[in-house]
T-cell receptor
Framework: GAGVSQSPSNKVTEKGKDVELRCDPI?????LYWYRQSLGQGLEFLIYFQGNSAPDKSGLPSDRFSAERTGGSVSTLTIQRTQQEDSAVYLC?????????????FGEGSRLTVL | AQRVTQPEKLLSVFKGAPVELKCNYS??????LFWYVQYSRQRLQLLLRHISRESIKGFTADLNKGETSFHLKKPFAQEEDSAMYYCALVPAGGTSYGKLTFGQGTILTVHP
């Protein structure tokens, strides 16, 4: 596809369960980012990848959150033992290379609801 | 650390009226500033960046380093401008490649 693809688009889970969110960046984009969009909180940076490595994990809210990227392409954000405060829209973005400051292309997001 | 503040969560204007969405930032170095927009049921997308000094869809934004502001302006608002607008900052030339710090967003509603 032409754009950043995220799945699932919607996920409802019970508190305490683990969830995986997937992001497929634009082909050829080496940099990949995860953000969280919560009501009233704006867009919160979570983690960034250049290739398969994550030089900046500073935004991950707790050790229940982890992310990986394989083959310099698809990335998975995993939330373990979900809590109600994890409910949000998780946005993935990619850019051609790390130096493309500000030129991010976003996916449609994965809406997570923790009951 | 950098911070972006958008003081207005909601902004309503009538079609044809001027509109200004406020953005203030705090950062000790030289920043690059951006405006992103999210229309209803669409993806978040780049609207404009200050280094381009461009006008997109009639919107302009001037970086005022003295006031640490980057307000978004349009002289005559249109109904299709209704959207969520985010101001964002990244350190210029720094190592935070693409790590945009976003404000809380402003929902603009343009009434007919």
């Amino acid at each position: 596809g032409a754009g950043v693809s995220q799945s699932p688009s919607n996920k409802v889970t019970e508190k305490g369960k683990d969830v995986e969110l997937r992001c497929d960046p634009i082909s050829g984009h080496t940099a990949l980012y995860w953000y969280r969009q919560s009501l009233g909180q704006g867009l919160e940076f979570l983690i960034y990848f250049q290739g398969n490595s994550a030089p900046d994990k500073s935004g991950l809210p707790s050790d229940r959150f982890s992310a990986e990227r394989t083959g310099g392409s698809v990335s998975t954000l995993t939330i373990q033992r979900t809590q109600q405060e994890d409910s949000a829209v998780y946005l993935c973005a990619s850019s051609f290379r790390a130096g493309d400051t500000g030129e991010l292309f976003f996916g449609e997001g994965s809406r997570l609801t923790v009951l | 650390a950098q911070r972006v503040t958008q003081p207005e969560k909601l902004l309503s204007v009538f079609k044809g009226a001027p509109v200004e969405l406020k953005c203030n930032y705090s950062y000790s170095g030289s920043p690059e500033l951006f405006w992103y927009v999210q229309y209803s049921r669409q993806r978040l997308q780049l609207l404009l960046r200050h280094i381009s000094r461009e006008s997109i869809k009639g919107f302009t934004a001037d970086l005022n380093k003295g006031e640490t502001s980057f307000h978004l302006k349009k002289p005559f608002a249109q109904e299709e401008d209704s959207a969520m607008y985010y101001c964002a900052l990244v350190p210029a030339g720094g190592t935070s490649y693409g790590k945009l710090t976003f404000g809380q967003g402003t929902i603009l509603t343009v009434h007919p």
